[in-house]
């Protein structure tokens, strides 16, 4: 897919926001899977985590579309 815009009946959108879409679905399923292995204690400051941790997944979509199309 790489940097191109998406043409939706028009519209034209940025692939960043499908990115950022995956991203969030990506750090959604993370998230659930290191809150029940590690537990609630272990990991401090959920909302720096949760952001930090949608940040990493979205570059790492946008990294592995933009590099493979």
């Known amino acids: 897919m790489g940097l191109r815009e ?3 009946g028009g519209i034209y959108f940025s692939p960043l926001l499908l990115y ?4 969030l679905l990506l750090a959604g399923v ?6 029940r292995w ?4 272990v990991l401090w400051f959920e909302a720096w ?3 930090a941790l949608f940040v990493i ?3 790492c979509v946008a990294f ?6």
Request: zero cysteines; aromatic letters at 14%.
């Open 57 to 59: 997944a979205t570059a």
């Open 20 to 23: 950022a879409l995956l991203g």
């Open 64 to 69: 592995l579309f933009s590099s493979t199309w």
């Open 30 to 35: 993370l998230r659930t899977f290191l809150h």
């Open 6 to 8: 998406i043409a939706l």
């Open 49 to 51: 985590f949760d952001l």
């Open 38 to 41: 590690l537990g609630p204690r």
